[in-house]
């Protein structure tokens, strides 16, 4: 069982990003043949592409904390020694895990609204919940890796390794 945990938490973003990008470039590339060749579109088309790039950008989120591949600055970095260099990234991993809870917060919240109201997407006309979720969802896999990344430098700075600086996230 440990084994498919390591495989979940080494490649699960992975697959995941893997799986919406598919779909996203697949119904995008049905619907333009539809609008081209046959002179008709559909509105679910519209929709999937919508949704599953949202899930795309919100796993993507978790999968660039991960591999430590999100945006920041860091010429600093470069100039101080390597234990203030761990407890800078260890307290923007505060400050981001602090954030990602506020966000799962709210977000959660127009989930449960979503839910409690029954909305239906227009064009697909299923409920408006398995989309809206992927916010809190992609705050959850943020907080997750969030933890693990402290942990990770916590221990390094322990042990007096360097910092885990990101690996590439597609080779």
Do not use: C
């Amino acid at each position: 069982m440990s084994r498919i945990f390591k495989a979940l938490d080494k490649n699960a973003e992975r697959w995941l990003l893997l799986v919406f990008y598919v779909m996203l470039v697949g119904t995008m590339f049905i619907e333009v043949i539809r609008r081209e060749v046959f002179s008709y579109s559909s509105i679910w088309g519209e929709e999937m592409v919508r949704y599953s790039f949202i899930y795309l950008a919100w796993i993507g989120a978790s999968a660039a904390v991960k591999e430590r591949g999100h945006i920041r600055i860091d010429v600093i970095l470069n100039y101080v020694p390597q234990t203030v260099k761990t407890l800078l990234y260890m307290f923007g991993d505060v400050v981001m895990f602090i954030v990602a809870l506020i966000a799962l917060y709210w977000s959660w919240e127009a989930v449960h609204v979503s839910w409690k109201f029954g909305s239906v997407t227009h064009g697909l006309r299923i409920s408006q919940v398995w989309f809206l979720f992927a916010v809190p969802l992609g705050f959850a896999l943020v907080t997750l890796r969030l933890v693990q990344s402290f942990l990770r430098d916590l221990s390094d700075l322990r042990n007096g390794r360097p910092v885990y600086e990101g690996d590439k996230l597609f080779d």
